[in-house]
């Protein structure tokens, strides 16, 4: 199958995810940087989102495709949502990846998706909400249409007063961020030798700190730490004759980073003297298409399967773009409406960067089967190395291409 984008560092199939073997046609991973779907609809009734309760993310298998086409000691870091986490993480596990560790990517601009208890109730009596609306408004992080009210609710029964300021959800202030690892086939050094593959560059994503202090307190801890002063005795742990470690220098230029992340509305909460973590904000710079022209198929013929597979499309998918289409694949459609194109779950360019550097040796091989706007690709690509992945719907891909257009943009970190 043609790539929708082949270039020389970066290559995108509008296609399945699981198909990605098959496409890369025995090429290996260094690394798999991805923000799988949250599965979030699974299991519930009513009007969900088709994309998001596929099953994919929980299927061991899919996760078993990805530890065949990665190098041995290659990390996986794969977002996920607190509530099916989990879930994940299983799925992850079972299909023969190590479960190394997980960051914590804190935030402090989520707000509560549940409906307030007290509207609720008299929703639930049969009483319509009295207040007039301003009309239904586009919600700048979910990109959904929500409807904005000129006044606060007003319970309309003496049941629903009764339950005024309950409501059946938490603020979203955290997302993980599961850290896998592809088992070695030998020990690290002989696995770096013969696969480059098997450690994080920490060196590369290493937290501001003052030098100096951090050089004084390690000479402290190295030579305070006798039998003689040692609390333990000099030993790692009190039935053990192990010495603890105690070097004379830090071995980066700055702190390791950790398995914290947060944004700097989360970080104010913090006494000034609190450990460093990397500090990145929820996405701001959504790559966004006004409402553009959508295209559906006459017939799924022969003929649309050519012209798909010249221009590197799905055959499958509902709708298209127009953008995408040619003279010869428009001839092939009727119009289908208007959409404004968005995603709804883009992740920070500068976190997926770092996230990208840390995982990924330099010059390495980057995987992201879940494209989405194309992040994880223009992370790579701003990091200096080459990318693959795949996005099955095709209304992503010319937010996907309007990424790639822009010049490489200058980290802030």
């Given amino acids: 199958m043609r790539p929708f984008i082949d270039e020389k560092d970066v290559r995108l199939w509008n296609a399945d995810a699981r198909d990605l073997p098959r496409l890369l046609d025995g090429e290996e991973a260094d690394a798999i940087v991805t923000d799988p779907p949250y599965e979030l609809g699974l299991g519930t009734a009513g009007d969900v989102k088709k994309w998001d309760s596929t099953g994919i993310a929980f299927d061991p298998v899919f996760w078993e495709t990805m530890l065949d086409i990665a190098r041995p000691g290659a990390f996986m870091l794969v977002f996920g949502s607190p509530r099916t986490w989990h879930r994940l993480a299983c799925a992850v596990e079972d299909a023969g990846w190590l479960l190394k560790d997980q960051f914590c990517w804190l ?24 207040r007039a609306g301003t009309g239904r408004v586009r919600d700048s992080a979910s990109l959904e249409r929500n409807v904005a009210y000129d006044a606060a609710y007003e319970p309309q ?16 202030a955290w997302e993980p961020i599961l850290v896998a690892q592809r088992p070695r086939e030998a020990t690290l050094g002989r696995n770096l030798l013969e696969h480059g593959t098997g450690a994080l560059n920490a060196a590369a994503c290493a937290l501001d700190a003052d030098m100096e202090e951090l050089e004084r307190r390690y000479r402290l801890n190295a030579t305070t730490g006798s039998r003689a002063t040692d609390p333990r005795g000099g030993v790692t742990y009190r039935d053990s004759d192990t ?42 710079d959504r790559p966004l298409v006004a409402e553009t022209r959508m295209m559906r198929p006459r017939s799924r013929d022969a003929a ?51 996230l990208t550097r840390l995982a990924c040796p330099p010059g390495g091989l980057v995987l992201d089967p879940f494209a989405g706007s194309g992040t994880g690709l223009e992370a790579a690509r701003a990091e200096n190395m080459r990318a693959a992945g795949t996005e099955l719907s095709p209304k992503y891909l010319p937010l996907i291409r309007q990424r790639l257009a822009r010049p490489v943009q200058a980290g802030l970190f």
Avoid: Q
């Avoid at 601009?109 to 319509?128: F, I, N, Q, T, Y």
């Avoid at 029964?157 to 979203?172: D, H, M, Q, V």
């Fill in 107 to 130: 935030y402090a601009s989520g707000m509560p998706k549940g409906e307030w208890a007290d509207h609720a109730v008299d929703r639930a009596l049969g009483h319509p909400d009295p």
């Fill in 304 to 354: 649309w399967t050519r012209s798909c597979a010249r221009l590197g499309l799905f055959p499958d998918a509902e709708s298209y773009p127009e953008s995408l289409l040619d003279a010869e694949a428009t001839a092939l459609t009727v119009p289908a409406g208007s959409a404004r194109l968005a995603h709804p779950t883009v992740k920070p360019l500068d976190l997926v960067r770092w």
């Fill in 157 to 172: 029964t003496a049941e629903a007063a009764r339950w005024i300021g309950f409501n059946p959800s938490l603020k979203p």
């Fill in 243 to 284: 010495g603890s470690p105690r070097p004379l220098a830090p071995h980066l230029p700055g702190r390791h980073p950790s398995d914290v992340i947060m944004d700097a509305a989360a970080a104010r909460t913090l006494p000034s003297d609190a450990p460093r973590f990397y500090y990145c904000p929820k996405a701001r």
